[in-house]
């Protein structure tokens, strides 16, 4: 039986378990003996002197940085409480760090203030143990044989660093200018912008479901997401329009736009289908007729030589009738809407039952007619055999 001395005098029976709280008691054991009559025993009881207990404790263990970033230098402190100095010791398994997420620095140094000691072990984290829910790291106090050992343990979690992560532009031109910016808690963030517009080229950025104009990286997952940032996409203003369109004529028995139409269709000759093509003053054929910016005055048709901006042809093989124009535009625009606003044919571009006639032969041919329309002979509008139910012919824009 132990007996506690209370700092009144008073004595307290005490049966233990022992606890920490117990730890700096004056206690006293009571030693009872039993009489033996039979042996001529009487029996007693002894009472030994004073005796002060001792615990062998750690008091606090910390680290100067639980929640580091990976490269961060760390130092982790234990403090253990006894009659002499323990043997220190910091781990992760078994009786050393794991050397592929610790780097070894210094370590362990201890101190002594009293009955405490302090043991300081410095190391470097390696990797991120964030996805792993961190590292337990432990810290044991050996006081020898007799007097035991004590453990306690921590959770360090080593985070990504960020500022080791790059970033690209997905389909980069090279004219993307990317700055990061640290928040200051882990997170950075990258956003890409593209040159200054001018009058020459004017700038977007293009993005994808794998890229976006800003990405954002955090300590958690240590990668950007999105994987990359936009990227500059130039823009050239547009000068030009071209439209061209295709009709299937074989059922019709005519050729057009050849030396000789089929049928002896004089105003199907590439002579008057080119004229069509390129008179300002018919109100039914060519493109004067349908084209927005024509008729508005805000382009020009583009005419040249050989008729291979404005003009026709036939594929004699497939009875394919191609009609096609060029216009320039007054103001160059920006955008593909733009372009066609101004060039796509407001309603069916027509060959036939033009409110012009056109009768000119092949060997009647003049260059300035071919061209300008001045010299087209203008007689009354008459129906055009054949064309009548045409249907609008198939688009082949560039």
Not at 29 to 49: E, H, K, P, Q, R
Not at 261 to 271: A, D, F, I, K, R
Request: with cysteine.
């Amino acid at each position: 039986l132990l007996t506690s001395r209370l700092s009144s005098g008073i004595n307290a029976e005490y049966g233990g378990p022992v606890r920490v709280a117990d730890d700096g008691k004056v206690l006293r054991a009571t030693l009872s003996y039993t009489s033996d009559s039979s042996n001529n025993f009487f029996g007693g009881s002894i009472v030994t002197s004073n005796m002060t207990l001792y615990l062998a404790t750690i008091s606090s263990f910390n680290a100067s940085d639980d929640s580091p970033i990976e490269g961060s230098t760390i130092t982790f402190t234990c403090v253990a409480s006894g009659s002499s100095q323990p043997d220190f010791t910091f781990y992760t398994s078994g009786s050393s760090m794991d050397t592929s997420r610790f780097t070894y620095v210094s370590g362990p140094t201890v101190t002594q203030d009293g009955d405490y000691y302090t043991a300081t072990y410095e190391t470097t984290t390696l990797i991120a143990t964030v996805l792993n829910s961190g590292q337990t790291v432990y810290c044991k106090a050996d006081y020898g044989s007799g007097s035991g050992t004590v453990t306690s343990d921590i959770t360090v979690t080593t985070y990504y660093d960020c500022s080791d992560v790059s970033i690209t532009s997905l389909g980069a031109s090279g004219y993307e200018n990317i700055t990061i910016t640290n928040s200051g808690d882990g997170t950075y963030t990258a956003d890409v912008t593209c040159p200054d517009n001018n009058s020459t080229v004017r700038w977007s950025l293009t993005s994808s479901s794998r890229s976006g104009d800003s990405a954002t990286c955090t300590k958690s997952t240590g990668s950007y997401s999105p994987s990359y940032l936009s990227s500059c996409a130039p823009q050239y203003p547009i000068t030009t329009g071209y439209v061209k369109k295709t009709w299937s004529i074989g059922s019709y028995g005519i050729d057009v736009c050849t030396s000789s139409p089929t049928g002896s269709v004089l105003e199907y000759n590439t002579v008057n289908m080119r004229a069509k093509m390129t008179n300002p003053n018919d109100t039914v054929c060519g493109p004067y007729a349908v084209v927005p910016c024509l008729i508005n005055n805000n382009c020009t048709l583009v005419v040249d030589a050989d008729y291979t901006k404005t003009g026709c042809t036939f594929e004699t093989s497939g009875s394919k009738l191609n009609l096609f124009y060029t216009v320039k535009f007054n103001t160059s625009v920006w955008t593909v809407s733009e372009r066609n606003a101004l060039k796509n044919p407001q309603s069916s571009l027509k060959f036939y039952s033009c409110s012009e006639t056109y009768d000119e032969t092949m060997s009647k041919r003049r260059r300035s007619a071919e061209i300008e329309g001045v010299a087209e002979t203008v007689i009354n509008r008459r129906a055009a055999p054949g064309f009548s139910n045409l249907p609008e012919g198939e688009d082949d824009e560039e």
